[in-house]
T-cell receptor, first 114, second 118 residues
């Protein structure tokens, strides 16, 4: 079974600075998808960024980018120019290419200081 | 696009009572998922539907839990004889899967129903 590990329960970043959230996963599959979701306090979870495992190029979405290291089974999220609105719980998630359900990590709480 | 909606947003019940939650997916989405999230943890998969067919159920879904999606649109999740361990956030997500291509869908989540069993 696939597992996703987020080793940082909590992170802090100064407004306008850069922060990196870590995620590792375990799988024997070669084709899969990886996601970062953001869950603000008392608000619904929204997709931040996704990465297809067959793509070597790291995904980027505006201030959000990933560092996907397939051999190391690592998928970190970098947030540049952090804003107060980035404060949330961030979840890393895995899905098999031919699967359906998402497998989530335990999450990392990101605090942004002004 | 009104997004995924869930009702109620909060539910407090006494142990042993039955509860039912509703999820309305994004209108054109053919897949609907239920997840459970306990405090400080990531969501855990419970079950999912492709149109009206329930295709997979997690071991977490005991026989006290039942889910339906009768017309392939909204879904209900019922918990019978609730226990304190059922207290959690119940999340619904939906997605659109192409029937001609591979599974590249992104799941969109609703705001969740927070259940507290006293």
């Amino acid at each position: 079974a696939q597992t996703v590990t987020q080793s940082q329960p909590e992170m802090s970043v100064q407004e306008a600075e850069t922060v990196t959230l870590s995620c590792t996963y375990d799988t024997s599959e070669s084709d899969y998808y990886l996601f970062w979701y953001k869950q603000p306090p008392s608000r619904q979870m929204i997709l931040v960024i996704r990465q297809e495992a067959y793509k070597q190029q790291n995904a980027t979405e505006n201030r959000f980018s990933v560092n996907f290291q397939k051999a190391a089974k690592s998928f970190s999220l970098k947030i540049s120019d952090s804003q107060l609105g980035d404060a949330a719980m961030y979840f890393c998630a895995y899905r098999s290419a031919d699967g359906n359900k998402l497998v989530f990590g335990a999450g990392t709480i990101l605090r942004v200081k002004s | 696009d009104t997004g995924v909606s869930q009702d109620p947003r909060h539910k407090i019940t006494k142990r042993g009572q039955n509860v039912t939650f509703r999820c309305d997916p994004i209108s054109e989405h053919n897949r609907l998922y239920w997840y459970r999230q306990t405090l400080g943890q990531g969501p855990e998969f419970l079950t999912y539907f492709q149109n009206e067919a329930q295709l997979e159920k997690s071991r977490l879904l005991s026989d006290r839990f039942s889910a339906e999606r009768p017309k392939g649109s909204f879904s209900t999740l019922e918990i019978q004889r609730t226990e304190q361990g059922d207290s959690a956030m119940y999340l619904c997500a939906s997605s659109l899967v192409s029937l001609t291509g591979g599974i590249q869908e992104t799941q969109y989540f609703g705001p969740g129903t927070r259940l507290l069993v006293l």
